[in-house]
């Protein structure tokens, strides 16, 4: 169960990124793994045991990110990562183009939600004609997503309409793809677990908009 991060996950956070080298990474790895790793890890195993009950239909399956950088792609930046997330998503091979949930902590901030990693043009032009012929199940979802104050819809939008539809779906309809997410500042609430409590409860009010990504991530690869 997760208990919370401590002082020496922030600390180890800001260093690497001031340190980003082996020399200053070697002698402090037992601190990642043990403040940073493993709080993660159990942050996320709790996590994916909530929403696996919820969506016990889902093939779902938690993956923890690296703090090692791929060195084929480092352009010019050291060789670890001064942030940590995980993802919970469905085993599909192709799984940036699916609805996932994720949690990450930065030395500055944590940011939790569910969204895409990359959206498919495929899978964005069906959605805009799912809003053009069937609206209302998007709308019911827009409707209660604008009465809650934690998440915000985010991601890059066409600079121009790509059509007209209802006002209340316009700010939907012009996504390239979508994000439905929260970041906070770091707090004394990390340091706590009930930091997994607001993590889990947050992801548990995206479900019905995961339910409606995932339903149409189906329809466009049953067609194609």
Request: proline share 6%; net charge neutral.
């Amino acid at each position: 169960m997760f208990q919370g991060y401590t002082q020496e996950t922030v600390d180890f956070m800001w260093g690497i990124r001031f340190n980003n080298d082996r020399e200053w990474f070697l002698p402090r790895k037992e601190i990642y793994q043990q403040h940073l790793l493993q709080p993660t890890r159990e942050l996320a195993q709790q996590v994916y045991d909530a929403l696996a009950a919820e969506l016990p239909d889902e093939p779902l399956l938690m993956k923890v990110s690296r703090i090692y950088r791929d060195a084929r792609r480092l352009f010019g930046r050291g060789p670890y990562k001064d942030h940590l997330w995980f993802c919970v998503r469905t085993g599909d091979k192709d799984w940036t183009g699916h609805p996932t949930f994720y949690f990450e902590i930065t030395p500055e901030d944590y940011s939790y939600g569910m969204g895409f990693w990359e959206a498919k043009a495929e899978l964005m032009r069906h959605y805009r004609r799912a809003i053009e012929t069937r609206p209302e199940e998007l709308a019911t979802l827009v409707r209660r997503f604008n009465r809650q104050k934690t998440f915000t819809l985010e991601g890059p939008a066409y600079a121009r309409s790509k059509g007209e539809v209802d006002p209340l779906l316009q700010p939907w309809y012009r996504m390239k793809s979508i994000n439905l997410g929260h970041t906070a500042p770091l707090d004394e609430k990390i340091f706590s677990p009930s930091l997994a409590d607001e993590v889990i409860a947050g992801l548990k009010e995206l479900i019905p908009f995961y339910r409606y990504f995932a339903a149409l991530c189906a329809e466009v690869y049953r067609e194609s």
